[in-house]
């Protein structure tokens, strides 16, 4: 144990450090996404192989929605991926495929409802987030859009709902 604590003083210091090749892995789908020759292909792809990497990483579930501060390998992830789905969410927008009024700030809506969809049927059907998911996109094409009652949320507003969840 001593040895453990004296490469990693925290417990968020060894949490980061275990879960750095799947904080790269993030990255790379996204990268790999926004590679991707038509928009609306990679954004999907993003979300799809971003939620099979959090149901192969369930600490990455964490780490992405509720540690808000973070460590350091942590926030700089968040750096590297912030621009990407922006970039993601644009294409598909200009392509006309994604709704106009989807925001970068509603894909982590779309993970956090994508996680407790994994969380909860795990034991019983592992792939039943593949289903959720799938009616999830059809609902995000611009073709299928109804105007919404509600605006997405601020970053004050996730980190307050982060807060609240790291209380619980």
């Known amino acids: 144990m001593g040895t453990l604590y004296r490469h990693f003083p925290s417990r968020d210091d060894l949490v980061d450090a275990v879960l ?12 790999a996404a926004l590679a991707e020759q038509n928009g609306w292909t990679g954004f999907r792809h ?3 192989e971003g939620l099979l ?4 990483e369930r600490g990455l579930r964490e780490v992405l929605a509720w540690r808000m501060s973070g460590k350091e390998r942590a926030e700089a992830m968040r750096r590297r991926i912030e ?8 294409r598909a927008q200009e392509e006309g495929r994604l709704r106009s009024d989807f925001s970068p700030a509603d894909v982590g ?9 994994i969380e909860l049927s795990a034991g019983v059907a592992p792939k039943l ?7 999830l996109l059809d609902g995000l094409q611009a073709e299928a859009a109804t105007p ?19 209380r619980q």
């Open 20 to 31: 750095e090749d799947a904080f790269d892995e993030f990255v790379g789908i996204a990268e």
């Open 46 to 48: 993003f979300v799809e």
């Open 53 to 56: 990497l959090h149901a192969r």
């Open 83 to 90: 621009p990407l789905i922006g970039r993601l969410v644009a």
């Open 109 to 117: 809506m779309l993970f956090w409802g994508g996680d407790r969809v």
């Open 129 to 135: 987030w593949r289903r959720y998911l799938g009616f």
């Open 148 to 166: 919404l009652g509600e605006p997405p949320l601020t970053r004050a507003q996730v980190r307050r709902i982060g807060r609240k969840k790291q």
